[in-house]
RNA sequence: UCCUCCCUAGCUCAGUUGGUUAGAGCAUCUGACUGUUAAUCAGAGGGUCGCUGGUUCAAGUCCAGCGGGGGGAGCCA
């Protein structure tokens, strides 16, 4: 009857009248041979389960250990102690699963991020990964909710393609053929992928907006949310070799929609959160201050996790271009005193320390930068009257970077064309990608978010392998 | 991939100009105590000093290579 037991989230609520009631849980500490903290990850907070001297077997105390997971029966009484409201006093226990005191990793104490990374199998044992994970949570149902009431439709595109055209990056190839001795072609001796599964050279996809695409111009509105994959060698708190990203794509929209949409996209899944996810939040916040304490001041985050998520909802998003973001830069005490590493001037790819500049210095706020030149953006973008620039829009957010990244699309046939031609992008894999430029072609907009940068954005969680489950990283993939 | 720092007990970290038996706190175990809040008090056990090789009378300490990790950069979401 496991149905039957009350999650602790919901009876710490309770007033306490004597109710008979079950919890099952994972015990944090057991003090004084009398007080189980009991977890059952619907809540950082445990419930105090109070086992009476002398009622309960010796040989059965000596079981609850840290992370034994136990059945408690007993009533609901407030609690006779100090910190806690409610206490559980236990008529009985059943242990579920010992847990070896000497082998067990985890302790009630304050472990390292790097060490739980080790032991990322436990590690929503613990109070930061239980928050972050129901934040992470709660940020996937706020996005569903959201394009849910937005009319959206929910398009699941392809993990497996076999289009290498899409040049987001180097990418993971899928087949079936031997390693040691794979069938090769007779005239060069490369490899014959006629006799791969597909038929074809095939890979893990790094990008669902081309199909989704297709989607935008039949349902209007789509988007996608699933995992993507890059095969780059990126050893950085903020890439990850499988990420999970959403990609709107809107017929009947221009950039300036785009935009909209995505400033309105994060500020209702935010909301949510903060709504749903108060206490998570507020316990990150603080291990955010407890971790900004061994930093120099300086260094140190000017405005609390709590007060920049409340900061992003009540405030515009900075919109500028990208022509007055490399003003800005030019103008910048920082740049005439030559503190920039990379030189600035119209046409660069920004860096990191330009884009840092002005998100964290020079706006204090998340900035949307947009029409960027087109020789630094993909091919599909739509292209400005100037001819030099792009309907693109990068969204860069303080302490993360780019957080989303997406454009008009350009839904002039003749014009793609000649862009594909100029940047060698293969137009005859791609001939389904142009058909719907050729039959009932419309004005399309979308946008990529990252969003375990997302969750890292919401959680102040500094590394992005500490907000997915298992990472996968460059010579990493345990779990 | 590049730059840089790090790797000593289960965890977090000391370890001096190279020198005898490598330490502390927490955790664990044993005992005491019993309304505790990361309980407290007393005691005990616990180490291939990341790996391989080198220099030296002597290496945790110096040198080289390899492996793993952190921070920064590039690529990007």
Not at 61 to 85: D, E, W
Not at 351 to 366: A, G, M, W
Request: glycine share 6%; charged share 30%; proline share 4%.
């Amino acid at each position: 009857m496991f149905n039957k037991r009350v999650k602790i989230k919901e009876l710490l609520t309770w007033e306490p009248k004597e109710q008979e009631v079950t919890v099952m849980g994972w015990v944090r500490t057991f003090r004084n041979n009398q007080f189980v903290a009991l977890n059952d990850g619907s809540t950082n907070n445990n419930l105090q389960v109070v086992l009476e001297l002398g009622k309960f077997d010796e040989e059965q105390l000596k079981r609850i250990t840290t992370s034994a997971s136990l059945k408690v029966s007993g009533i609901l009484i407030p609690s006779l102690g100090k910190g806690q409201k409610v206490e559980l006093k236990a008529t009985a226990l059943e242990i579920l699963g010992d847990s070896d005191a000497e082998k067990y990793p985890l302790q009630p104490k304050k472990h390292s991020l790097e060490f739980l990374r080790e032991i990322a199998h436990l590690r929503f044992r613990t109070n930061t990964f239980g928050s972050v994970f129901r934040v992470r949570h709660s940020l996937a149902f706020a996005i569903h909710k959201f394009f849910n009431e937005m009319g959206f439709v929910y398009l699941h595109t392809p993990i497996i393609t076999a289009s290498d055209a899409e040049g987001a990056g180097e990418m993971f190839r899928v087949t079936t053929l031997p390693m040691d001795n794979p069938p090769r072609n007779e005239d060069d001796g490369s490899i014959n992928f006629k006799e791969d599964f597909f038929g074809r050279s095939s890979n893990l996809t790094v990008s669902g907006q081309l199909e989704g695409e297709l989607g935008a111009t039949a349902f209007g509105e789509i988007y996608t949310f699933g995992p993507t994959f890059r095969a780059e060698n990126s050893n950085t708190a903020r890439h990850l070799a499988e990420f999970w990203m959403i990609e709107p794509e809107m017929a009947f929209c221009d950039l300036e929609d785009n935009m909209n949409l995505a400033e309105e996209f994060i500020k209702y899944i935010i909301r949510y959160a903060m709504e749903n996810n108060r206490e998570d939040l507020e316990f990150l916040a603080q291990r955010l201050v407890e971790e900004e304490k061994q930093l120099p001041q300086d260094k140190r985050s000017e405005m609390g996790l709590i007060e920049k998520l409340e900061f992003v909802l009540n405030n515009n998003f900075e919109r500028i271009t990208y022509t007055e973001a490399i003003d800005i830069l030019l103008q910048s005490p920082a740049y005439k005193k030559k503190k920039f590493q990379y030189d600035v001037k119209w046409g660069i790819d920004m860096q990191s320390e330009h884009e840092r500049y002005l998100v964290e210095k020079h706006f204090k706020k998340p900035v949307i930068v947009t029409n960027y030149p087109k020789d630094i953006k993909a091919f599909y973008m739509r292209q400005n009257e100037d001819g030099k620039t792009v309907a693109a829009m990068d969204i860069l957010a303080p302490g993360i970077g780019e957080i989303v990244g997406g454009s008009q699309r350009e839904e002039r046939l003749e014009k793609l064309e000649q862009r594909m031609s100029e940047m060698h992008v293969p137009a005859e894999e791609l001939w389904w990608y142009l058909d719907t430029r050729r039959f009932g072609s419309v004005p399309h907009a979308g946008f990529g978010l990252g969003f375990e940068r997302m969750v890292q954005f919401v959680t102040g969680m500094g590394n992005i392998r500490d907000v997915i489950a298992f990472p996968r990283t460059p010579k990493n993939c345990e779990f």
